[in-house]
């Protein structure tokens, strides 16, 4: 069928049906006679929404910019759902706000998710805190995990609500269960720490094993540093420098900071300054502003590399740039 002759097509339908209600599955969430325009995010009950003049159920694909009718982008085949959860997605409020309110009200958990943000925020709605939690509640229970982690994370901070660390662990616990490793990493710190559970390291470490595993690179981190101090585990430097190495391997740049660190002090393993520098500059490459800073001191001094201020000048700026205020000094000295 012709692009044209889809377009009549649809055009005829809603004409000749113009009481043609829309709802989601589950729970009624439109008016009978009301939608969500996927171009602008406003409430229309005509077929052409009175905001922007889009017809209902048009809308733009986000990779390529062409409006649709169809279920799929007919320019590059990208499809309907997938075109509107990359729009929820692509952290700009605005762009995203009519693929948020959308897929929200249909009960999808990445949108409920973003939606909750604008409820905390008082962006593009008021601001409602009790509205925001219930959105992320909802994801949470559709299945969405990012949203009990972030839900944990609001109970654990205490800066939203009053801090209650049970309600906290008990999302953590959830968003694990759905196999959130970040959520993992946190169970596991409440066990080590002994909040609202008994201490008990080797529980704390079982979790970050598992959340490794599950994909947590900065967990190695935990796992090394529990071998290092002999917490939950016999102390067995070794085995922590392997596991601080794994956490490197997998991307975590505080890994790659701390070895960094060890190499150039070489105290607990024999000193090489080209390894140290190499993994400081991993690690600011993952924008670590500490091995920024670690680099510049380097050039500035000439430790492990010949003294160069030019090169030494670009690492501190670089570290002020990604906010640490300390570099200012160094530079000013630099630059007289
Ligand atoms: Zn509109
Ligand atoms: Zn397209």
């Not at 997605?89 to 009960?107: K, M, T």
């Not at 924008?287 to 001094?301: C, D, F, H, T």
Request: charged share 25%; proline share 3%.
């Amino acid at each position: 069928m012709t692009l044209r002759k889809t377009a009549c097509l649809v055009l005829a339908l809603l004409f000749c049906f113009p009481f043609l209600s829309v709802f989601a599955e589950g729970e009624t969430v439109y008016a009978a006679d009301s939608w969500y325009c996927l171009a602008c995010g406003s409430a229309a009950s005509r077929d052409i929404c009175p905001y922007c003049g889009k017809i209902r159920g048009s809308w733009t694909c986000f990779s390529c910019g062409t409006d649709n009718l169809s279920e799929t982008c007919r320019s590059c085949g990208t499809g309907r759902d997938e075109s509107l959860h990359s729009q929820v997605s692509c952290g700009d409020p605005l762009r995203a706000w009519p693929a948020v309110r959308y897929l929200a009200e249909q009960g999808q958990g990445d949108a409920l998710c973003v939606l909750s943000e604008y409820y905390e925020t008082g962006l593009l709605v008021p601001q409602d805190t009790e509205t925001a939690l219930e959105c992320c509640r909802k994801a949470g229970d559709s299945g969405y995990a990012p949203a009990y982690l972030r839900l944990g994370k609001i109970y654990d901070l205490g800066e939203l609500v009053e801090q209650d660390e049970y309600t906290a662990m008990e999302y953590f616990g959830k968003a694990a269960e759905l196999g959130n490793a970040e959520a993992m990493w946190y169970v596991g710190t409440f066990w080590e720490e002994g909040v609202v559970v008994s201490r008990d390291p080797a529980k704390a470490m079982e979790w970050y094993q598992k959340a490794a595993e599950a994909g947590d690179a900065d967990s190695w981190m935990s796992i090394a540093a529990c071998y290092a101090d002999g917490r939950g585990t016999e102390q067995d430097f070794p085995a922590a420098l392997s596991y601080y190495e794994k956490a490197a391997d997998s991307g975590s740049h505080m890994a790659c900071d701390y070895l960094g660190y060890l190499y150039m002090a070489g105290e607990q393993v024999p000193q090489d300054y080209e390894k140290g520098l190499e993994y400081y500059r991993k690690a600011a490459a993952l924008g670590n502003s500490r091995s920024m800073m670690a680099l510049g001191y380097a050039y500035l001094s000439g430790q492990g590399t010949d003294a160069d201020p030019e090169e030494a000048a670009r690492w501190y700026e670089m570290a002020a740039l990604a906010g640490r205020t300390d570099a200012l000094e160094f530079l000013k000295k630099l630059w007289p």
